[in-house]
């Protein structure tokens, strides 16, 4: 409730209360709001579970703090019910298709190098065929 209340927050509020009040009468005075703070949260208790009962038995398992959009978008769309974040991750990243795309450009890659290699050898194959061989050199050896 007062999750944000800094220590020096918490000794400024009850010095201003000593002050206010005087030392006689605080503590009545903090019997009397914690009396007050129970009322009202039992009165609240007492309106949820009218609204409740009114609704019927579909809405039994029904929370108000349900209605807050932060934690009906946490409950519905994050939570276990079919479509969660990592469903959500998984959908919106682009890493599965790159990764398909990179494949076959590797595959058409490796086929286009490899049909290169098959065209280089059949055009070695009809120059070798074309041509007679070459002697080979011949080495005097009174030449020297």
């Known amino acids: 409730m007062f ?5 020096l927050e918490l000794i400024t ?3 201003l209360a000593v002050l206010v009040f005087g030392p006689d009468k ?4 903090i019997q009397n709001v914690a009396g007050f703070l129970r009322k009202v949260r039992e009165f609240s208790e007492n309106a949820k579970e009218e609204v409740r009962s009114e609704l019927g038995p579909e809405f039994k398992d029904f929370e108000f703090e349900d209605l807050h959009p932060k934690t009906f978008v946490r409950k519905h769309v994050l939570g276990g ?3 969660g974040l990592d469903e959500i991750r998984s959908t919106l990243d682009p890493r599965a298709e790159l990764e398909q795309v990179a494949d076959v450009v590797r595959e058409t890659a490796d086929k286009s190098r490899a049909g290169a290699e098959d065209a280089g050898r059949v055009r ?3 120059t070798t065929l074309a041509e007679p061989p070459a002697a080979p050199p011949t080495v005097d050896p009174d030449a020297t």
């Open 13 to 15: 509020l009850t010095v």
């Open 26 to 29: 605080l503590p009545e005075v």
């Open 124 to 126: 070695l194959a009809k």
């Open 81 to 83: 019910d079919g479509l």
């Open 3 to 7: 999750s944000d209340v800094g220590p």
